[in-house]
């Protein structure tokens, strides 16, 4: 028996099936070691990745066999970035009045399949089989099981002197200091000792099997009745168990083509796990489901605005709602004249409304309307896309010409270098603040891609009016761009100086109005020929955020030449609908073959390498993961 039936076998053989059934096969045990999570803490900060699912604020790893112990690790408070325990749950037992401890055992596998985590341990005779998948955004249920029957006990100690703990029933409960609460729930016949931050769990009788649940509430308020349902959960692990397949067999029959490479197919799934992981359900401020940009890091723990529009629309193809929460999210925090802060907390003192955000959410919008055809979304949303859209022709477009400008709200070059999304971009270096009225000040340079995306913009804006019935009169300005940030002597766009020449710097936002499909066929041809240019775009790895022969390219600067996924998919998309499609598939083959563990266990990264493709920035990135999945289902499509 080859190694992934044989685990897929040792996992299902967890799942309690009355005699004679066969339990359902689940799509993910196709895809074992779908990342590396492995870590286990020596105190209560660090980590490089955890499991987490549903949109919960807590999270698991496996112990590294080097350092194991016989439970999961865990768990790990996501917002307030520390580790409740090493391992809260660590499965022993009694032998003839022996005492066999966690640390006696063995690890014989250690997996992390797509929405699950399982392992493998033993010591002389005895086999013990663990899986963790979360039922819910606030628990996650625990399975244990050995071939023989022995007398079980589940011990643990709690990190943090700030913590309280308690036993309340057949639970244990920890307060942390800023209101959430965890707790693990046992069954009925468990009794708890607990001794400050320790405690030891027995039980009455001789088992093949124990099940526990994990919790954890975001206030004390929740307490009660989140204990309640922990209780029923335990009582219900057969359901669970054929709900959780199911969950996920659909995910990964929403996001997987059929006539796609294996080593496709993995990439796929690893991206969609990595989306899953970084969402997030409603807590404090935030008042709806959202997506962090990486769960890995401690300072992306709020939603950020263009990031949420590229997010949505490749979560809609296998969680809907998310897609329309992440969404509602940040309108959540839409201000009285339009604007969308750049980024939003659970503490919402914490938002950011220095700048906004590139205009993207109409199309996050419609992409949401097209793969779920729901109007009453559209409906709710319409006028608040509407309201933003004027936001940038009212605060944004200086001389008043219809022609927008990245900028900010308290006149710093920072904030509005932020707005751009291109923190450090090359094409800002000469770029001067200018004042358009109280609140309100833009670079003195007018933004191709900016003006690219809010022409898009209105032409989704129209379609939405029609949809839901509302007028639609704001003046189309296509035509009128497509001439004026067009270079005939570069054949490239370029931003424009305001009132004055081009900003000659040759960039990704040089390609957007491909994407956006306002370039005319012949001004398309140009700008493919500086894109299949070795020197300038055709990269080893395809598309960075500068030309490469350009005197200030930087291949590890951030946006001044690395690769930004994000970026790339507009490229690759915008090409292959002016027809390139032989050349988009090429470039998606060299992304998809060249970029450094994206084939392996190794995160997906916030940006890459452009000449060999090593990864840059923060791992388990949201918007990475999304423009994969993106490039991954146009990939071959005419």
């Known amino acids: 028996m080859n190694k992934i039936l044989w685990i897929g076998w040792a996992v299902l053989s967890l799942v309690s099936c009355r005699p004679g059934e066969i339990p359902k096969s689940e799509k993910a045990f196709e ?78 596998s250690l997996v992390y399949f797509p929405g699950q985590l399982y392992m493998e341990s033993s010591i002389a005779t005895i086999s013990i089989r663990q899986r963790l998948f979360f039922t819910d955004k606030n628990h996650a249920l625990l399975l244990c099981q050995s071939d023989e029957e022995i007398d079980w006990f589940f011990e643990g100690s709690i990190w943090g002197e700030d913590y309280k703990n308690e036993v309340i029933n057949q639970s244990l409960v920890i307060y942390l200091p800023r209101g959430e609460v965890a707790a693990v729930t046992f069954e009925k016949d468990a009794e708890i000792m607990l001794t400050s931050s320790v405690y030891k769990a027995s039980f009455s009788k001789l088992a093949r099997h124990h099940i526990a649940v994990f919790s954890f509430f975001n206030k004390q308020e929740e307490l009660q009745q989140g204990l309640e349902k922990a209780e029923a959960l335990l009582g219900q692990s057969q359901r669970l168990q054929e709900q959780h397949a199911q969950r996920w067999n659909t995910y990964l029959e929403r996001i997987l083509r059929t006539d796609m490479p294996a080593s496709y197919n993995q990439i796929a799934v690893k991206a969609m796990v990595t989306l899953l992981s970084n969402w997030r359900s409603s807590k404090g401020d935030l008042l709806h489901d959202g997506m962090v940009p990486s769960h890995a890091v401690g300072y992306f723990v709020g939603f950020w605005a263009w990031d949420t529009w590229k997010q949505a629309v490749a979560t809609v193809r296998f969680e809907p709602e998310l897609a329309k929460n992440q969404i509602r999210s940040m309108f959540d925090y839409q201000d009285e004249a339009g604007m969308i802060a750049d980024c939003i907390y659970s503490d919402k003192r914490e938002n950011n409304y220095r700048d906004s955000k590139p205009p993207l959410a109409a199309w996050s919008v ?59 971009a090359v094409r800002f270096d000469e770029a001067k603040m200018v004042k358009n009225r109280e609140g309100a000040w833009s670079f003195n340079q007018e933004s191709v891609d900016l003006n690219a995306y809010l022409s898009y913009e209105h032409r989704l804006l129209k379609q939405m009016a029609a949809l839901v019935g509302e007028r639609f009169e704001e003046p189309d300005r296509t035509e009128n761009l497509r001439t004026y940030f067009f270079d ?70 951030y946006w001044r030449g690395p690769i930004w996924l994000d970026q790339v998919y507009f490229g690759i998309s915008g090409i292959r609908k002016y027809g390139y499609h032989r050349q988009a598939d090429y470039y998606t083959d060299q992304v998809f073959t060249r970029l450094k563990g994206l084939s392996g266990k190794a995160p997906i990264h916030e940006n890459y390498d452009t000449h060999d493709g090593s990864v840059l920035k923060a791992p388990h990135f949201s918007w990475s993961a999304a423009h994969l999945l993106m490039l991954y289902w146009e990939y071959g499509r005419k």
Not at 77 to 96: A, P, T
């Open 488 to 557: 005939e002597e570069k054949g490239y766009f370029f931003d424009k100086v305001l009132e004055g020449d081009f900003v000659r710097v040759e960039g990704p936002e040089g390609w957007t109005p491909l994407w956006t499909e306002i370039a005319t066929s012949e001004q398309a041809g140009r700008v493919m020929k500086i894109l299949a240019d070795t020197n300038k775009f055709s990269t080893y790895i395809p598309f960075p955020t500068l030309a490469a022969d350009h005197p200030k390219f930087l291949p590890g600067g």
């Open 366 to 424: 419609y992409e949401v309307f097209r793969e779920t055809a729901d109007t009453a979304f559209v409906r709710e949303m319409y006028p608040k896309l509407l309201k933003y859209y004027r936001w940038w022709f009212s605060y944004r477009d200086h001389n008043g010409n219809g022609i927008c400008e990245f900028g900010s709200t308290d006149g710093t070059e920072e904030a509005a270098k932020w707005e751009s999304g291109m923190d450090n």
């Open 31 to 108: 895809y074992p070691d779908i990342l590396n999570i492995t870590y286990t803490p020596d105190h209560s900060k660090g980590g490089k990745g955890w499991y987490t699912d549903c949109g919960a604020w807590m999270g698991f790893t496996l112990p590294e066999a080097e350092k194991f112990t016989n439970g999961f690790c865990g768990p790990f408070d996501l917002d307030n970035r520390r580790w409740i325990s090493r391992s809260l749950v660590q499965v022993g037992y009694v032998e003839n009045g022996k005492i066999i401890t966690p640390d006696m055992f063995h690890p014989d």
